[in-house]
């Protein structure tokens, strides 16, 4: 069976390069099928990496408590952020203190989310996050500063740090330090820019370039003095302890909530799950239609093979009559067709991930490289090669002999 | 050549093809007896229609009788498997072609060395055997053409080299001569009729009463039957001491007769 396999190989080889156009043609039909499907499963799986990465070279002891609890429905999938965006949260400033009062617990950060425009002198911006957090969330979530300080215990009410972003729109400049903005008729004097980010992906949900940072006092104050949490962050002081850490986490605010387990606590992967399952999904419908470009590839095979049967007639009728069983008659068109489509996975998977990088020039995250989409396009193209030709195989294998012999070019 | 006549190569028992149905139906093939003893040269004759092309499908394998049995090499092997026919076909079997079918991709000796594929062997060894029957056609400086860049006599000889390369026990040979020109023709002849004083058990259909000369033995058919079987004596020549073509793998001193053919060809050139 080696010999056999090794043999038509060979085999293929000389009677694809005796045809060369024409396996070209047929090699970049399914190499554009593979091409778009590695396209994107790696930028997919790029996109859902992200969150789990950032929360890996946080140190791995970060920990989300999010109010709600996950669903598998499929409500979830379309809006991900159901049970932070129309349901009061059923976190409170007093789980906040009770988790900061945790022993394994290094330091919690609420995120509390409101909406409003921005209005200094010069402009109005009205696309932008406003955030109402503690000091801590600098060391958790890693903020660079960029000019000034982050908020912190003594700095006044109300005062504001801004994304790099947000700073330029409102002033016009990056260097805003002192200037004043006005956020429901209050006044905020900007005392801290961040760093330009890039990262709207994040496990905070937020895109800290165009956000601004306000106290939790400042936060409340909009709300009646009730702070509305939609996040609390925790970062262990160990990365071991904090399996251990969650749990007391979780028993402290299932007995503050009063036996109701309504709030969820992710840790790792969990982090991003709404936010993979959401592009799960959609890159799955994406890939599926992905894959009608690799059944045009396929149908091509299947074109030029039964075209090949066509043209060898002879040929096959002579390998017949000097010895050739059937099943080695279908052996030698299927390695032909395997070895198009296999030829075909690889520039496509290539081709695939040179169109990903061009396109991740233009986004802010970079393809992935995992064995699954290098065992997707070999998997498909070696199922293309099978599925499209076992038939001209198939064919060539049932011709007789004696007619084969009669026919003439 | 000690062994000869214990069983005879071919044996055929009331052999019967038909084709069509109903009205239509008619016997390519009615009721054939024939016995064919190991190292006779046969020549089957007869007007077209008559039947000696399926009577040589049939021989070779490639159709199937509806009646009859069919021994060869003393085994019955009407009721094998398709797949069983062609590991038979590959082993005991050669087939020369009117139309040479050579294959144009694969140069010469790949092409000779074909059947050895499905024999299972390496190619290493493949193109080893192949070369060393080319030597004893003349193609030793050919190997390396392609098909279509010789001529037709030398196309049927690589064809005959092809069909002897896997030792067979019988070669069956289709108007080899059909597409030849008569100076060709006469050589193809002389080669066939040299495997044939080697041992060799050849077959042949053809058209051109000429040829029956090189025979031991004329069949005519009519009609799906034999009509006349003829055998013509053959002179007891030296070929004692020649080898079979295509045993030369096995018994490697058989060098000498492939010489002896080259001076005695070159005279004749």
Redesign the interface.
Known sequence: MRLFIIEHAQNAYYSLKSTKMRTILTTLGVAIGVASITAILSLGSGITQIVSRQVEALGGNIAVVRPGVPSDDKQSLVNPTLEQGYTLSTLTEKDLSDIEDIKGVDAAAPIMLTAGSIKSSSATVQKNTILATTPALMDIANLPIRDGQFIDSVTNKDTAVIGNQLSVDLFGTDQSIGQTFKLRGQTFTVIGVLKSIHDPINFNNIDFDTTAIISLESGKSFHQGIAQIQQIDIRAKNASDLAKVMQEVDARLTKNHLGEKDFSTLTGEEISRPTSRFFSSLISIMTIIASISLIVGGVGIMNIMLVGVAERTREIGLRKSVGASNSNIVWQFLVESLIISLLGGVFGYIGGYILAFIISTFLTFIPAFTWEIAAAAFGTSLGVGILFGIYPALRAARKDPIESLRHYH | MSKKKLTPVIELRGLTKRYGVGDAQHNALDNIDLTIEKGEFITIMGPSGCGKTTLL?IL?L??RSNEGEYFLDGTSIERFS??RH??I???QIG?V?Q?F?L?N??NVIENVA??L????M??TKRLKQASSVLKNFHLSEREYYMPWQLSGGQMQRVAIA?ALV?NPSIILADEPTGNLDSKASHVIMEELSDIHKRGNTIIMVTHNPDLTTYASRVIHMLDGRVASDTKIPVEPKKSAEKIPLGMHHKEEKNKKPAKKRKTTKAKKK
């Open positions: 499908n070779g490639l159709d398709g797949a062609a590991r076909r590959s082993r087939i072609f139309h079918n294959i991709r694969l074909l059947p594929t499905y024999n299972g390496f190619r092809r896997n």
